[in-house]
């Protein structure tokens, strides 16, 4: 029997029932390959990042261009290293060695291996390098109140911080004297008197002492006049105590209905800056110092149009020549006026920051610019307003 039923023969299912499965089984492998393609769909797009934004292109800033060396400015730019010592500490203009240009004798500044050192001596006004310096005097920090100098006679004499005074030669920095002071604040009133070869050293309110330089004799004396308080000399020599004839109480012109701001005079000619009682219209009044009356007035708009809206500010009157200062976008201006008809002579630029000192030689103008803990010095000609150099500006600590 067994072998019957292995003999057997297997009994083929109905054809119909064949199809049937067959296309039962192609239609669940159609749904499962649908179904896998609509997950694979799904996984697809659940897994794919998100498109990255547009890119815009921004343009770069410009570069940031810092000069290298010496500023571009074409005139000469003094020494190497070299900075005006203090604003309180006036440049001297003075024919140093004898060539007919002039020179420039005072206390300035050399970067040297990036210490300010103090020193005393004279630039020359052709070449614009040093002649002749004296120093160190201590670093700037400590000498900047304390180094005072003054020039009278072919002779420059120089104290410093530390109580020393030293008197040179001029013309070849030779140290003919050298002696020792109490007073530590006499550095700042060291005063050229008005006549003879003497200097003042002291306060201006006691006894100091008078200095010959020419025969070096030294003798205790009060304050001379030019000396004392504000009072500033017909000519600068060097030191904070200038001549000042600014604001004297007794030179203000009689001017009825006008409020003067403030007024110089040189004892010959006087200006007065200010405006009409109740008017903003700044106006300039010429006058005579001696009879205190009215000689010409002028509106600042008509003289100067660009400095009605630049902060005008009257600097200084020497010579019968009166110099006012504003500022606009072309930088620091210093403009001349003649004292004795209100014509106006120049307008010029001072390169750089604000000038924090003006002094008035024979023939230059010079301008102590404050640019950091750095004071270049503008030197101007007096007659044309022209550029002549800038002293400063090329040590390369700044």
């Known amino acids: 029997m067994v072998n019957q039923l292995l003999g057997r023969e297997r009994r083929d299912a109905p054809a119909v029932v064949q199809?049937?499965?067959i296309k039962v089984g192609v239609f669940i492998a159609m749904v499962v390959m649908v179904a896998a393609g609509a997950a694979g769909f799904l996984l697809t797009k659940k897994?794919?990042?998100?498109?990255?934004?547009?890119?815009?292109?921004?343009?770069?800033?410009?570069?940031?261009?810092?000069p290298e060396g010496k500023p571009k400015l074409p005139v000469p730019m003094g020494p190497e290293n070299f900075y005006w010592l203090d604003q309180y500490v006036s440049p001297v203009g003075v024919d140093a060695n004898g060539d007919?240009?002039?020179d420039v004798a005072g206390a300035f500044i050399l970067v040297e291996h990036g210490t300010?050192?103090?020193?005393?001596?004279?630039?020359?006004?052709?070449?614009w390098e040093i002649v002749?310096?004296?120093g160190p005097y201590g670093d700037r920090k400590k000498a900047m109140r304390g180094t005072g100098v003054a020039v009278k006679g072919g002779r420059l004499m120089a104290v410093n911080v530390l109580g020393d005074a030293h008197i040179f030669d001029l013309?070849?920095?030779e140290k003919l004297s050298t002696f020792q002071f109490d007073d530590q604040d006499a550095a700042r009133w060291i005063c050229a008197t008005a006549g003879g070869d003497t200097v003042y050293l002291g306060n201006s309110w006691s006894t100091g002492q008078l200095i010959d330089l020419k025969t070096l004799k030294r003798t205790k004396a009060p304050a001379p006049k030019e000396c004392r308080g504000e009072q500033r000399r017909a000519m600068d020599t060097g030191d904070v105590s200038k001549k000042q004839a600014m604001n004297e109480t007794q030179a203000a012109p009689k001017i009825e209905r006008?409020?003067?701001?403030?007024?110089?005079?040189?004892?010959?000619?006087?200006?007065?800056?200010?405006?009409?009682?109740?008017?903003?219209?700044?106006?300039?009044?010429?006058?005579d110092p001696v009879k205190r009356?009215?000689?010409?007035?002028?509106?600042?708009?008509?003289?100067?149009?660009?400095a009605v809206e630049g902060k005008p500010q009257a600097i200084d009157l020497v010579n019968g020549v009166f110099f006012l200062a504003y500022w606009d976008d072309g930088g620091h201006h210093v403009v001349a006026i003649d004292a004795a008809t209100g014509e106006k002579k120049w307008d010029a630029v001072s390169p750089g920051a604000r000038f924090t000192n003006v002094t008035v030689s024979a023939q230059r103008l010079y301008l102590v610019t404050l640019e950091w803990d750095a004071m270049p010095v503008n030197v101007l000609d007096l007659q044309s307003g022209t550029l002549i150099a800038r002293l400063g500006g090329t040590a390369s600590r700044y």
């Open 258 to 287: 006008f409020d003067g701001k403030s007024w110089f005079h040189d004892r010959k000619w006087g200006v007065m800056i200010g405006a009409p009682r109740g008017s903003e219209l700044i106006e300039l009044v010429g006058f």
């Open 100 to 102: 007919g240009v002039e």
């Open 19 to 21: 199809a049937g499965a």
């Open 116 to 127: 300010l050192n103090a020193y005393v001596g004279v630039v020359d006004g052709k070449t």
């Open 132 to 134: 002749w310096k004296d």
């Open 47 to 66: 897994q794919r990042p998100s498109a990255p934004p547009a890119i815009v292109e921004v343009e770069p800033p410009p570069a940031v261009v810092r």
């Open 171 to 173: 013309k070849t920095g």
């Open 293 to 306: 009356s009215e000689l010409w007035r002028k509106a600042l708009a008509e003289l100067v149009p660009e």
